[in-house]
């Protein structure tokens, strides 16, 4: 925190401020960052895993960053060769991941 910030913070406790909280102000709310939009970005990346999240955003008419927000934050999607994968893969798409790079390799059942 710099120095400016914490000067600031003084003031506004030295003139009454009580609480740590942020007072509200003015402002549109995002309103883009809610569990149907979530819900169509999910379903357009299960069609096509190789979409972009500019035709993400042009398509569902949400700017880029709160689609950016909802891919990687809310849904967990990682982007990996081109493709949007969840982060966190089972046993089994690692498996397959293993078999697919090397299929010659015997299978290892060790983690």
Not at 82 to 101: F, G
């Amino acid at each position: 925190m710099s120095m400016t910030q914490v000067y600031q913070w003084c003031s506004w406790f030295k003139d009454g401020r009580t609480s740590l909280q942020d007072e509200p102000r003015f402002g549109r709310p995002h309103t883009a960052n809610n569990d149907w939009n979530t819900a169509r970005v999910d379903e357009l990346i299960k069609v096509d895993r190789r979409v972009k999240v500019k035709e993400i955003s042009l398509k569902l008419d949400i700017p880029k960053t709160n689609v950016y927000d909802i891919v990687h934050d809310k849904l967990g999607y990682r982007k990996v060769s081109a493709r949007r994968v969840p982060k966190m893969l089972s046993d089994e798409h690692k498996r397959q991941s293993r078999n697919l790079s090397n299929p010659a390799a015997p299978v290892s059942t060790r983690r």
